[in-house]
């Protein structure tokens, strides 16, 4: 079975991310054939709109496969490392710019790749198993694939939180954070993936399955998190967070120091140049950092961590935000050697 199917039904294109035993992880190839696929529906009458689901019960999609950049980096091979997030990023953009609604269909795990093909289409409707992250200064990365543009956008520095501590949200959360446009049941998708098919009226479809959805603590904490994390600097916020007697304050502050702080603070200027950007100017920027980081070895430490021997004990380097120095810091910030992305 292929890794991405594509299928035409009634009026829509339904397009499936069909690797369930690796969450759907993306490939540099699903990315490339989306991509394509994309292009050719655009184009075609008889699409008026596309549709992306995962399969299996688990995940949407829990991010990129950055076990193959991993492991293509210990065996040496360091040429083309850049060329997955450079497909990447344009696809991002590609549907962000996208003609025809865009409509993902969301149950469980929304995370890193996964959002990148989610959340810049025009409809986003997650189930209550959704549960979105992006939790990438946790394996020495950055929260890419868009997330310069849509998380400073996010209300009462909600982004800023997400970014920075890699903080989980619920259906709930997500949909008053604008991750989601719709809520709907899961035991409903079947029905809903049926008259997605034989309407062209998205929005009217949409508006028979939308639910209530449960509220959930990120949003209870907005004005707290709002207070601490329009600070100027990942000190300042810290400083705050560890003032106050809140547990959800206390846990970010504890989850913000776990994670790399050369990532953390990337994160942070990424927030505070990205609310400025325009999209694609976003995505241009990310390819700066990403570049930059495919050459260090944070990323890799990271990943050997989490995903390879699973130790969850990452030695960052250097391992304190007072250590990271600010000249290497501007690095990921400019152009890289072999251009920005084409955009």
Not at 41 to 54: S, Y
Not at 209 to 214: I, N, P, Q, R, Y
């Amino acid at each position: 079975m292929s890794d991405i199917l594509f299928e035409k039904r009634g009026k829509a294109g339904f397009v499936t991310l069909n690797r369930p035993k690796a969450l759907n992880a993306l490939t540099h190839p699903m990315c490339s054939t989306l991509a394509a696929q994309l292009t050719e529906w655009a184009e075609d009458p008889d699409v008026a709109h596309v549709v992306i689901t995962g399969a299996g019960e688990k995940a949407f999609c829990a991010g990129g496969d950055i076990r193959s950049i991993y492991d293509a980096r210990m065996a040496g091979e360091m040429d083309g490392l850049a060329e997955f997030f450079k497909e990447e990023y344009l696809l991002n953009a590609q549907i962000k710019a996208y003609p025809k609604p865009y409509i993902a269909l969301i149950n469980g795990i929304v995370m890193g790749g996964g959002v990148g093909v989610s959340a810049h289409g025009s409809h986003r409707v997650g189930t209550e198993k959704t549960m979105f992250a992006m939790p990438e200064t946790g394996i020495g990365f950055f929260p890419d694939v868009g997330g310069t543009y849509f998380l400073p956008r996010m209300p009462k520095k909600t982004g800023v939180y997400c970014a920075l501590s890699a903080g989980r949200l619920k259906q709930g959360d997500a949909l008053a954070t604008g991750v989601l446009t719709h809520a709907i049941n899961e035991a409903d998708l079947p029905a809903l993936e049926a008259e997605l098919a034989e309407n062209s009226d998205v929005d009217a479809v949409l508006s028979r399955f939308m639910v209530e959805a449960e509220s959930g603590p990120l949003m209870a904490a907005a004005d707290m998190i709002e207070y601490c994390f329009s600070e100027g600097s990942v000190d300042a916020i810290l400083a705050k967070l560890d003032e106050s007697s809140d547990e959800f304050a206390l846990n970010a502050a504890q989850a913000i120091r776990q994670k790399s702080p050369t990532s953390v603070l990337i994160a942070f200027e990424q927030m505070q140049r990205g609310g400025e950007l325009s999209f694609n100017e976003c995505m241009k920027l990310e390819y700066r950092i990403v570049s930059e980081i495919l050459k260090g070895s944070e990323f890799y430490e990271g990943v050997r961590a989490v995903l390879v021997d699973k130790d969850q004990d990452p030695k960052w380097s250097p391992p304190s935000l007072d250590q990271v120095d600010k000249e290497d810091l501007a690095a990921y910030f400019r152009e890289p050697a072999g251009g920005d992305l084409p955009l």
